[in-house]
């Protein structure tokens, strides 16, 4: 069974179109997360949410924004895609809430979105 | 601010040597390090994580430590084999829940 998992796989979109990315664990793990993934391969942090509230907002433009329909699922929806937005996407999650921090995240496979 | 760095950033080894990884972070305050590995086109697979209390972990061929007043962990890889060929991620959890990622080390092991 797959522990996170996401769709697409891959998403190839034309700027300025609107587009999700789905991600779901089936860990019963109580905080989520979204990762960008640039072209130099560095990983940086998004978005976590814990029990439908957002924990982390880091610096992204408000263009991004993850939607948590219950614990199980945090959603990345992306208003008028920018050539900059190219990247891989990834979702993770962990056990545990904000204050119980010594768990190990699990990682999806990963969504490449290419913006022509 | 937290950075992380992973030196070196590509290694090619024989089939069969012990490899050592370095990983390197500016801010000792720091809940735990994680290493991951990620091959290519692929995800990300949680090989090991260290508690701050923590001096090292084992899992099979692979021991991490971490020496965190000197903002220091390093993953050793015994009798390297060509499936271990893929790129080494290494994570520090500060506050905030935050993970900051390294710049990975890209490893070939050649048969």
């Known amino acids: 069974d797959t522990a996170v998992s996401q769709t697409p796989k891959y998403l190839v979109t034309q700027m300025g179109n609107d587009k999700s990315i789905k991600c779901e664990q089936n860990?019963?793990?109580?905080?989520m997360y979204w990762y960008k993934q640039d072209s130099k391969k560095f990983l940086k942090i998004m978005f976590s949410y814990n029990n439908k509230e957002l924990i982390i907002n880091e610096t992204v433009p408000n263009r991004f924004s993850p939607k948590s329909p219950d614990k199980a699922h945090l959603n990345l929806h992306i208003n008028s895609l920018e050539l900059g937005d190219s990247a891989v996407y990834f979702c993770?999650?962990?056990?545990?809430?904000?204050?119980?921090?010594?768990?190990?995240?699990?990682f999806g496979p990963g969504t490449r979105l290419t913006v022509l | 601010k937290q950075e992380v760095t992973q030196i070196p950033a590509a290694l090619s080894v024989p089939e069969g040597e012990n490899l050592v990884l370095n990983c390197s972070f500016t801010d000792s305050a720091i809940y735990n390090l994680q290493w991951f590995r990620q091959d290519p086109g692929k995800g990300l697979t949680s090989l090991l994580l260290i508690q701050s209390s923590q001096r090292e972990q084992t899992s099979g061929r692979l021991n991490a430590s971490l020496d965190k007043s000197s903002g220091r962990s390093t993953l050793y890889i015994a009798a390297s084999q060509p499936g271990d060929s893929a790129t080494y991620l290494c994570a520090v959890l500060t506050g905030a829940n935050n993970l900051f990622f390294g710049t990975g080390t890209r490893l070939t092991v050649i048969p």
């Open positions: 993770a999650s962990r056990r545990g809430r904000a204050g119980e921090i010594n768990n190990e995240q699990f």
């Open positions: 860990l019963g793990h109580d905080t």
